[in-house]
């Protein structure tokens, strides 16, 4: 099982970027898709969700903001994350999740500064 995140980078405040998370070795459709993020210093935090039917929910602090999707084709959830801010700086995790089977991707950095 591999779940590959990419995407990240540096961006300056008020800009975008997409994140992507392709996974291998897993029937893709049925997991529920998550993206987590790690500040320096602060606990993971759950972003958003996208559901195997396409329901999606995100944390307060960037709703609005953020757009989490999923291509089962593909096999690839993406984060559209537009309007940074500084305090969006984190590695940023997928996670896969079916019943008691949950997997994660390796990480990408995103640093916003300007």
């Known amino acids: 099982v591999q779940l590959q995140a990419s995407g990240g980078g540096l961006v300056q405040p008020g800009g975008s970027l997409r994140l992507s998370c392709t996974c291998s070795?897993?029937?893709?459709?049925?997991?529920?898709m998550t993206w987590y993020r790690q500040a320096p210093g602060k606990q993971r935090e759950w972003v958003a969700i996208i559901t195997t039917n396409g329901n999606t929910n995100s944390a307060d602090s960037v709703k609005g903001r953020f757009t989490i999707s999923r291509d089962n084709a593909k096999e690839t959830v993406y984060l559209q994350m537009n309007s940074l801010e500084p305090e969006d700086t984190a590695v940023y995790y997928c996670?896969?999740?079916?019943?008691?089977?949950?997997?994660w991707g390796q990480g990408t950095q995103v640093t916003v500064s300007s």
């Open positions: 996670n896969a999740r079916w019943s008691y089977r949950e997997y």
């Open positions: 070795g897993i029937s893709f459709s049925s997991y529920a």
